[in-house]
């Protein structure tokens, strides 16, 4: 398993500790439980959990929830992910600036299509937005596809002005479509944001452009915060 599903297994499994401490009220000394009456294992997220003081210990054996100590480790979280999403797009920007301005170099021979870096398999709240795209797209769904995106979203085209928020976004795909494959190379979710970095195809063959979509948890479900994408071949 690579490490960022085993980091969004972990965040999950903390995310089940603190909701059984709030459901059985555990939330000061007065109040703490022992994990055996709240039915849970000491397992890695709980540990964790201890030594960041977001779990204390009243007296032994008996723990409660610090919910600002939660609220604090949670916005650390966040910052942490914007400044990730925030690194991969500059970098994604930065290719897709130079590749448009830079005059062509000379060309090693075409190698065959074909797919160089190998997919990963995402979670299924994830994967569940690709193929929903795909599912859009194909079927030229202008308004199911602007509804992947959250109100404010983003479309960064090469050579075209950015596109924000689902209206413009509808207006902008009006008459596109047709087969596509997306696959993900990498993935990272903390909390409430997270980015999928893949590869779209016309349905066959290899990989035809690559795109970064930056996620955004909103109304339970994952939502594209800024889609970004280009081609593979030098216009």
Do not use: H
Not at 85 to 114: F, H, K, N, R
Not at 176 to 196: H, K, N, W
Request: charged content about 25%.
């Amino acid at each position: 398993m690579g490490a960022p599903a085993a980091a969004a297994i972990i965040v999950r499994r903390e995310r089940e500790v603190i909701d059984a401490f709030r459901r059985a009220g555990a939330m000061d000394s007065t109040s703490a439980r022992s994990f055996a009456e709240l039915a849970i294992d000491e397992s890695r997220a709980v540990k964790r959990l201890q030594r960041r003081s977001v779990l204390r210990e009243a007296e032994p054996g008996r723990y409660y929830l610090d919910e600002v100590c939660w609220e604090r480790r949670c916005g650390m979280r966040r910052q942490l992910m914007f400044t990730i999403v925030g690194i991969a797009l500059l970098v994604l920007l930065a290719v897709l600036v130079s590749g448009s301005a830079m005059p062509p170099a000379p060309q090693a021979p075409p190698t065959p299509p074909g797919d160089t870096i190998p997919s990963v398999t995402l979670p299924s709240t994830l994967d569940r937005v690709l193929r929903d795209y795909e599912r859009a797209w194909e079927g030229r769904d202008v308004r199911a596809l602007a509804a992947l995106f959250a109100r404010d979203g983003f479309v960064l085209r090469p050579g075209s002005p950015p596109v924000r928020g689902r209206a413009a976004i509808e207006e902008a795909y009006r008459g596109a479509g047709g087969p596509l494959r997306l696959r993900a190379f990498a993935f990272t979710i903390a909390d409430t944001v997270g980015y999928i970095i893949g590869g779209y195809s016309a349905g066959g063959g290899g990989d035809i452009g690559k795109f970064v979509l930056a996620l955004r948890r909103g109304d339970g479900r994952w939502l594209i915060a800024a889609d970004i994408d280009n081609g593979n071949s030098r216009r």
